[in-house]
């Protein structure tokens, strides 16, 4: 059974990432210092509770965005947000950097 397509797997990222980098906006919604410990080159910084503020004036509606978190929890959350704030072309890392680290 595949995933849902608002779900992406490390392994489908890692991929895009390796062919075509710039097909994908990064967005990490961790917190500023989870983001200096670690984070996915080339990503953008909006932690999860300022989403509803920046993420309309500071990202492209038409991009596809790769949400990730540490564990895939809060980038759900942040994809619901942008849903609402009318962004399509979304999707959630699964597993978060931790299982992108891992090599998951």
């Keep these: 059974m595949s995933a ?3 779900i992406i797997t ?4 890692k991929t895009i990432l390796a062919l075509n980098p ?7 919604v961790r917190e ?3 983001f200096e410990e670690s984070r996915i080159e080339g990503c953008t ?3 999860l509770g300022e989403i509803s503020l920046r993420a309309a004036t500071e990202l492209d509606k038409a991009a596809d965005i790769v949400i990730y978190c540490a564990h895939g ?3 759900m959350h942040a994809l619901m ?3 609402m704030l009318g962004f399509q072309k979304l999707r959630s890392l699964e597993g978060g ?6 090599g998951a």
């Design 32 to 34: 500023p210092e989870e």
């Design 10 to 13: 490390t392994s489908e990222l």
């Design 73 to 75: 929890v809060r980038s």
């Design 45 to 47: 910084l909006i932690p």
């Design 22 to 28: 710039k097909s994908v906006v990064l967005l990490d």
């Design 81 to 83: 947000a942008m849903k």
């Design 97 to 102: 950097i931790c299982a992108f680290q891992d």
């Design 4 to 6: 849902p397509e608002w």
